[in-house]
Every structure is written in C-alpha cells, then in structure tokens.
C-alpha cells in the first residue's frame, strides 16, 4: 500500500502515530525529520534506537512504491531481532496488514512492492543492491571495510539517504565515529548528528541509572548509558589513579607473624600462575580499620605480595601453603585454565593435607572476567578505597597495563610483550574477586571520633589519604567472598 495524505505523502510523525499507532518521543522525531542525508545518532542503552530505526524503515518503505531499505546490523541475531521489530509495527498497523516475512526472516514485503531487507554486516551480504534507505545499527561495530562497501551502493541512488545509530564504538579515525564528530561540529543538509545519552529516554529513571552506575565497570556505564566515547586503546590506569593510591607503608613480611597470631590477618589472595617468563604471582588484599582512619572511610590494602621468578611449581605450592598458614588466608582464587589447572588441584590438594583451613577458588580467566576485574579495581582507585604499597614492579605492571577495544566488541586488556610481565597485576586482579565492597561499611564512630592518635607513625597516599606505616587489618571477613562466577565467564 502507499500511504497519501491531500498534500502528498504522509509525514513521518503523522505516520508514526496514525499508521503505526506509535508516536514518537521528541528525540527520536528530531531525527526522523532532519532532512540531512546522512543521520548520525551516538546512543546510549535504551534509548529508542530500535524503534526509530523500525519506524523510518516502515515509513520509506510504506510511503512509496518499489522502495529498497536496506538495515545492517553488526551480527546475525541483531539483524533479526530488528526486522522482527519492523515486521511487528507493520502487522499491528490495519494499513500494513498485507505485509509478508519471508521464511527466512530477512524481507519484509510491502504490498506496494517496496522492501525491507535486513542483514547481517558481512561484506558479501549488502554488496550490490541499489538502495534507497541505508540503516546501520550498531554502527560502531560494523567494520570501515564493510561500510565502504555498502555506501556506494547508496549514493549512486537519487534522493537515497543514509541512517546510522550506535553505542559509542570504535577509534577516532573509524567511519562512524568521524562521521558523528563530523555532524556534530559542523552539521549541515549532507550530515547531521545527535548524542543521546540514555537519560533523554521518558521511561529511563535515574534512581536506576544510579543503581547500574554504581554496579557496573566505570567505563562500562560512560559508554552504554552516557554514550560518551572512551579512547580505543590506551593505557588502563591513569598515573594519578595509581600515584593518587600509592603510600609507602610497610609490607607485612609473614616470616614475622607469629605462627599462632593467624586470626589477627583476615586475608584473601590472587594467585597467577607463571608460564615461560613470567614469575608466580601471589598479590593479597585485607581492609584497613576505618575506625582508624582519620576521615572514618574503609579502605583496601595490599598486606604482602610476592612473585617467584622461574621456579617449578612445587616449589611455589609450598611457599604458597606456608604463606597461608601464617596468615590465616581465608580465600585464595587461583586460575584454573592455561596453565592454571593442574597447579590450582596440586594447591587445594596441599593445603588439605597441612590442614591449613584456605579456601581454593578455582577462577576462570578470559577477557570478560578480566574486564570486570579490573573495571572494579579502577573504580575502587577512583574512589578512593583502595591503597597500594609503593612496590616499583607491581606499579610498574599497572602503569604498563594497557587496553584496546575489540572490533567484536568486548576490550583487550593486557600488559603488551615489550612492557614485560602483568603477574602481579593479575594476581591482584584475581584477588580482587574475593572481595565484596558492598559489604564493606565506613565508621560512625560512636563518639564521632576516630582511634586515632596524632602520634600515630602514619604515610599518606598521593591523594593524601593517612595510613599506618604499619598497617594492621581490619578484625572482620564479612567482605571476603568466593569469586562469583567460578563459571567461564561468569560476572563478579
Ligand atoms: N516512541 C516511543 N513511545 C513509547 N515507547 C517507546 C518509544 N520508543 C521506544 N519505546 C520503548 O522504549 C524501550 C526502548 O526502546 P528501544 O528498544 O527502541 O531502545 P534501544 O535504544 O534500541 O535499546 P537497546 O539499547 O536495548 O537496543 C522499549 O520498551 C520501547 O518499547
Ligand atoms: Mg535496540
């Protein structure tokens, strides 16, 4: 069917709200009505993405006869899922009702010979059709190759136009994201831009935003909720995140806790198991007192970490049972994939039979786990929770610490070859799964004062945070928990 108005064609609000009984929301309309030929919107989560691009599709395809619009998605599902959107609109509209899904779910046939054709983003799939509508959803993903590709394909059409919506995704020199930058600095009737971060969505609540802000990895949320772009690659930490945590206490060598004092460590440890030329890692972590502190504020800290440089295993197992024998360790996460595996049951194995009471938390490490990890411990530096010893080879494997986003999505995060090792960050990393900052409470103190004295022997952290030159743990392992996820991949 086409769908006239007395003066021409139905406009796209009208069509939203009479044809598809779906008005839009100011944000979206903003941009289904710009007449620039290329659309450019940065989006967060939630947003509306999806239904705009649902409702233009219907639109130019309803509108007129013999149209192709043609949506690309960055992988197969999502390609699916959005022409089922589209073809979901058509049938709840009387108008469209003659609308026909082919069998495989990839065309959307109009009754007025116009088509809606969704495909994946691979080079073969949209090479070659002339097209009168091109949607790119999840634009960041979809590959410059790809998208050179498809554009031609559009251009050459008269009065063809171009929509593109994403997440922010990609470097600074990938098209999408110099296409956006492009519209946003100088817009004008070839390209204009929008950012929606997802606050501009009506149904988006910020008690809930808050909620996810405080549960997820910092750059996570700027991403997907602020739809604010992070660089592509980089170093992971700033220098004034670690500087800013760093104070010169003393480590606690366990070689001088007394064998009976193991109650007085509550302790939990990252193991990382070295290959070639990496060292065995151990990095543990225990909460300083807040009521010690001056600004009543708990606080991680790093206790005693230590790595052995090319030493066979066995001989690290017993280091590592004698270390968690003093210290009364309560948990130790070790890595259970590469070479992890057989060391992790040698560990476990060991500990039973000294009858040292350490619980072995077989983790599985692959970049998802690691991005929560170490997502987690940037958010604990950023707000200052967390207190690292001035140790140059662990600052020196966090400094080198570098990340890259992955075309697929998902980031690389790794010490490069020529940095050298990432052991130690690791076995923080690992021994960061152990604990539960949710349970973790600043003091009240009931007298509103801290315990502390002013003749107390203290160092203060580059962001000036005061703490004993001898640290002593927090009396409690309410904080302490088996890694969540023991599963591949699981979430913290
Ligand atoms: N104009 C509108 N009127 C009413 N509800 C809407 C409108 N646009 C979107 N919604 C609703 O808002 C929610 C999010 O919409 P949509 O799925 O289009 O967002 P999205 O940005 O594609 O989300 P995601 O980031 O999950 O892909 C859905 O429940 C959808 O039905
Ligand atoms: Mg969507």
């Known amino acids: 069917m086409t769908a006239p108005t007395a003066g021409g064609l139905l406009d796209v609000e009208q069509f939203a709200a009479r044809v598809l009984g779906r008005p839009l929301w100011p944000h979206q309309l903003e941009v289904a009505r710009s007449p620039a030929r290329y659309r450019v919107v940065c989006a967060g989560r939630q947003v509306g993405k999806s239904v705009l691009l649902a409702v233009l599709a219907l639109h130019a395809a309803a509108t007129r ?39 495989t779910k990839s065309a959307l046939t109009l009754s ?21 509508l091109l949607i790119v959803d999840e634009a960041g993903f979809v590959s410059d190759e790809i998208w050179r590709s498809a554009e031609p394909a559009i251009i050459a059409r008269p009065g063809s136009r171009v929509i593109a919506t994403s997440s922010p995704w990609g470097g600074p020199d990938a098209w999408f994201r110099s296409l956006w930058r492009r519209g946003m600095d100088r817009p004008d009737e070839q390209v204009a831009a929008w950012h929606w971060p997802s606050t501009v969505s009506p149904l988006v609540d910020a008690a809930l935003l808050e909620e996810i802000r405080q549960r997820e990895p ?7 909720y602020l739809a604010e772009w992070g660089d592509a690659a980089g170093a992971y930490f700033t220098e004034d995140e670690l500087t800013g945590a760093a104070a010169g206490y003393e480590l606690r060598d366990p070689g001088t806790v007394p064998v009976h004092g193991r109650a007085l ?8 198991w070295g290959q070639a030329v990496d060292a065995n890692a151990l990095v543990t972590l225990s909460v300083l007192d807040p009521a010690d502190a001056l600004d009543m504020r708990w606080r991680l800290y790093v206790p005693w970490l230590e790595a052995q440089h090319r030493a066979p295993w066995s001989s690290w197992i017993d280091r590592l049972v004698e270390v968690s024998g003093r210290f009364g360790m309560r948990v130790l996460a070790s890595e259970r994939n590469g070479v992890g595996a057989y060391p992790t049951e040698d560990l476990e194995d060991r500990l039973h039979r000294e009858r040292v009471r350490t619980r072995v938390a077989p983790v599985w490490t692959d970049a998802r786990r690691k991005q929560a990890g170490f997502g987690k411990l940037r958010t604990l530096l ?29 980031v690389r995060i790794a010490v490069p070859e020529r940095a050298g090792h990432d052991d130690l960050a690791m076995a923080l990393m690992q021994a960061m799964s152990c604990v539960q900052t949710g349970r973790l409470r600043d003091a009240l103190g009931a007298s509103g004062a801290p315990s502390w004295r002013p003749d107390r022997d203290v160092v203060t952290t580059g962001r000036g945070a005061a703490v004993p030159r001898r640290p002593v743990p927090m009396q409690s392992s309410r904080w302490m928990d088996l890694p969540a996820g023991e599963a591949a991949g699981d979430g913290w």
């Open 218 to 224: 910092a750059d996570y949320f700027t991403r997907e």
């Open 265 to 272: 460590w509550p302790m939990v440890g990252g193991v990382d």
């Open 382 to 410: 950023q707000g200052d929770r967390l207190v690292l010893p001035r140790h140059p080879e662990l600052l020196k494997q966090l400094r080198a610490l570098e990340f890259e986003q992955l075309p697929a999505g998902g």
């Open 112 to 132: 007025n010979g116009s088509t809606i054709r969704s495909v994946p983003a691979s080079e073969r799939a949209i090479r070659g059709w002339p097209v009168d």
């Open 65 to 103: 006869r013999n149209v192709t619009v043609l949506i690309v998605s960055a992988g197969e599902d999502a390609a699916k899922r959005l022409l089922a959107d589209v073809a979901g609109l058509a049938t709840g509209s009387a108008a469209l009702s003659g609308s026909v899904l082919d069998e």
